[in-house]
């Protein structure tokens, strides 16, 4: 093999990694553009139905210690470590604790949320954004299996 063939095989590969970190940030993108359309769509649903909010607490990252936050919203899991607030915005619970934290609280940054909680996970558990979304409001209003609500989007 040349050099100049060397040159050109990894200008071909430079161009090929290029191109598949281009299409999964598109990918990525539009799941986190569907995930907030289900965000969205719930607050609009949950607020219809008068779900009450509840002021949203995070934990830190060992577990133990629970620090107050200024988020009111919606928990969407069990473990209280994912919610989103009245204003839209999906939140991930987990923050650095400490002193400073336990006494002048915190302040979870929203992030994205994603179509599959739980994907990637050790554990082999997931579940559908959609599916969480839908559990809540169907426990919160008293209307379990009611087919008289707007559908999620993309259902």
């Known amino acids: 093999m040349s050099a100049r063939d060397g040159r050109e ?19 990525r993108a539009a799941e986190q553009a569907q995930a907030a359309e289900l965000v969205a769509w719930f607050v609009a649903e949950a607020t219809r139905r008068g779900l009450r909010t509840t002021r949203l607490v995070a934990r830190g990252y060992d577990g133990r210690g629970r620090y107050r936050t200024r988020l009111n919203g919606w928990y969407v899991d069990r473990a209280e470590t994912r919610a ?72």
């Open 9 to 27: 095989w990894r200008d071909q590969q430079r161009q090929a990694v290029r191109a598949h970190a281009d299409a999964a940030a598109r990918q």
């Open 84 to 155: 989103v607030d009245v204003d839209g915005r999906f939140h991930l619970l987990t923050v650095p604790g400490g002193v400073r934290a336990r006494l002048f609280g915190v302040d979870p940054q929203a992030s994205p949320a994603p179509l599959v909680i739980g994907a990637g996970g050790r554990d082999g558990e997931s579940i559908p954004l959609r599916t969480l979304l839908t559990r809540l409001l169907d426990a919160g209003s008293g209307e379990p299996g009611s087919t008289t609500r707007p559908a999620a989007p993309g259902a």
